[in-house]
């Protein structure tokens, strides 16, 4: 009788723990589109939700300890720290302070 409700407690409390839907989606991605920069400084073009991405001519992971560097219109590179659902990220060049996320 107490071993089934313990064991019943562990499992209930292993659910709560670990939520399918967390282990599924990655908690800190890129939203939309966006140019990506590996270490090497080859750019890459991603869409939608992103958090994980091998740059297509080196094959260097362009996420690193949940920072990626994005790349503005105008061609400066902005590495960011992503927090959940990044969607906006002003460049840090004072005179260009452009939207980094592309329009599709
Ligand atoms: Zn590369
Ligand atoms: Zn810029």
Partial sequence: MTTTRRKALFLAATVVLMPPVLLAQPRNYLWGTWVVRCAKGH??????????HKCEKCGAQVFRNGKVTVVCPNGHPNEVTLHERTESVICNVADCKKECRRKK
Avoid: E, M, W, Y
């Avoid at 750019?43 to 994980?52: E, I, K, S, Y």
């Fill in 43 to 52: 750019d890459d073009t991603v869409t939608d939700g992103t958090a994980q």
